[in-house]
């Protein structure tokens, strides 16, 4: 690990003894838990931030009664069983909200241009998408709940109202956290006088499923022997008005040709988000449009299936070499210490990269094309050794 991040706490010091001592002054010996964030979407990220708290909670709090308000509540069962889950929009969320004892906000980009409004650009002001957290906050609050933003972005702010909001909540609340020097910046910056503690994002401390499990699904799609180095490649489209996608789609399969001609790679496409709702949010769409654009591609293979994040994990940890977009890829791929170069989308990718000292890494999505990416891939690909040699 880089010694950037090193001396950064992977979790806030004290919270969980904290919250034990609390607990047993109010007398409380099974308390109600509540985990609220974007999980349940098929969203990699998300998803390894629900399990790195699960797993903190049952470790630190057993007999606790965990509840997840999320976007897909059946695959969270799925997933945790011993877990009761709701969707957001539900009135069994609002009960939730009311009757924990502790909610968390559990992680991610919740303060971000990037993704933020359900597609009303005319109306965003309006757009309760990012902001309806922050409500849920202060009423979990209001109904006594200790209260905490876990290990949130804010890298930038969407409009005026969040700000206010921002400006609003999070001094009311019990605990803040944020997981990059940008993030605590900005909120200084907005005048927030609170203690706001600076901790790594939480699928840091994620750990990875058994490497005999990746190699099966390699496998089953298509991957089994290889005698040459296989790149992981994680694209995905961006609603912001400024990025054009076509052209990214274009310059992504122009990419993928020059590895699997040029450079003699196998590539295989890794959709960190397969979001069933939303286009823009769906990695695998992108995925296929490089599958189609390329014909008949022999040496491009499609990730098609989602799964749990210690295993999308682990498939990230037995690529030789990654050209990764979005952010929980990168933060991966990076804890399985495999090489990677990075197209920045936003500033919470740019932040981690630079966090762990790779900015040579790295280029800006308004910039990436093949002839900007080609020359510093290359230095990578040249020095990389095969992780499954053929026989």
């Known amino acids: 690990m880089d010694k950037r991040i090193q001396n950064i706490p992977d979790d806030v010091p004290g919270l969980w003894q ?38 903190r909670i049952k470790k630190y709090i057993p007999k606790a009664q965990i509840t997840v308000i999320c976007h897909g509540p059946k ?9 009761s889950a709701c969707h957001f929009k539900s009135l069994t969320a609002l009960k939730a909200i009311c009757r924990s004892h502790i909610y968390l ?7 971000d241009r990037i993704n933020t409004y359900s597609g009303y650009q005319r109306f965003k002001i309006f757009d309760m998408k990012g902001k309806f957290l922050f409500f849920a906050a202060l009423l979990a609050k209001w109904f ?19 700000k206010l909001l921002t400006k609003f909540v999070l001094p009311r609340v019990d605990v803040v956290s944020v997981r990059d020097p940008l993030s605590h910046k900005n909120l200084c910056n907005l005048g927030i006088k609170r203690e706001l503690i600076f901790v790594l994002d939480p699928a840091l401390s994620l750990e990875p499923s058994p490497k005999e499990e990746a190699k099966k699904i390699l496998k089953s799609w298509g991957i089994s022997e290889r005698s040459r180095p296989l790149v992981g490649l994680n694209m995905r489209y961006v609603r ?9 789609v274009s310059e992504t399969i122009r990419m993928v040709h020059y590895l699997n001609q040029e450079k003699g790679c196998d590539v295989f496409f890794i959709p960190i988000s397969q979001n069933p709702f939303k286009h823009f949010e769906d990695d695998l769409d992108f995925g296929r449009k490089i599958k189609a654009g390329l014909g008949n591609p022999a040496h491009f293979f499609l990730l098609e299936r989602y799964y749990h994040p210690t295993l999308m994990m682990a498939i990230l940890g037995e690529m030789d070499f990654c050209i990764l977009e979005r952010l929980h890829a990168v933060i991966l791929a990076y804890k399985m210490g495999v090489p990677f170069f990075v197209i920045s989308y936003d500033d919470k990718v740019s932040e981690f990269v630079k966090l762990v000292g790779q900015e040579e890494k790295m280029i800006d999505l308004s910039e990436f094309s093949l002839e900007k990416v080609r020359e510093k891939i290359d230095q990578d690909l040249n020095r990389i050794k095969l992780k499954t040699p053929k026989t």
């Open 144 to 162: 006594g709940a200790s209260t905490h933003f876990y290990a949130i972005g804010a890298t930038s702010f969407p409009d005026p109202l969040v």
């Open 105 to 111: 906000i559990g992680g991610g980009g919740i303060i």
């Open 240 to 248: 912001d008005g400024l990025t054009d996608n076509q052209k990214t």
């Open 75 to 83: 695959q969270i069962t799925l997933w945790y069983p011993e877990v």
């Open 18 to 55: 904290g919250y034990i001592d609390w607990l047993r002054q109010k007398g409380i010996e099974n308390p109600r838990i509540t985990i609220h964030g974007g999980y349940g979407k098929n969203n990699t990220g998300d998803d390894a931030i629900l399990h790195v708290l699960i797993e």
